[in-house]
């Protein structure tokens, strides 16, 4: 059965972090990415792990503050967010790389990160 489920997110103070995970199952991907999706905007790819940890990705508007990273042994990723802005407040997402609506439908139930100035 496939499954993901993200956990940490919650509210912060502008400059504040927070530690994201997202524990998978079910399922084997040789990449995985964190997604974001605020109210009334599309979902988007926020940070891309490549095979074996060997590359990553950062959307622009995240790069030098977000890092993503595995836990192998436990099928997990994380997201740890520093330097926190109110624009990225959010509904946060973990799924293979490239997933859209129409191509992955195992989406969790994500976890909000919301942060305030």
């Known amino acids: 059965q496939v499954q993901l489920v993200e956990s940490g997110g919650g509210s912060v103070q502008a400059g504040g972090s927070l530690r994201l995970s997202c524990a998978a199952s079910g399922f084997s991907a040789s990449c995985m990415a964190w997604f974001r999706q605020a109210p009334g905007n599309e979902r988007e790819g926020v940070a891309l792990l490549f095979p074996s940890g060997s590359s990553t990705w950062y959307a622009a508007s995240v790069k030098g503050r977000f890092t993503i990273s595995q836990d192998n042994a436990k099928n997990t990723l994380f997201l740890q967010m520093n330097s926190l802005k109110p624009e990225d407040t959010a509904m946060y997402y973990c799924?293979?790389?490239?997933?859209?609506?129409?191509?992955?439908?195992?989406w969790g139930q994500g976890t909000q990160v919301t942060v305030s100035s």
């Open positions: 799924a293979p790389c490239g997933s859209t609506s129409l191509t992955w439908r195992y």
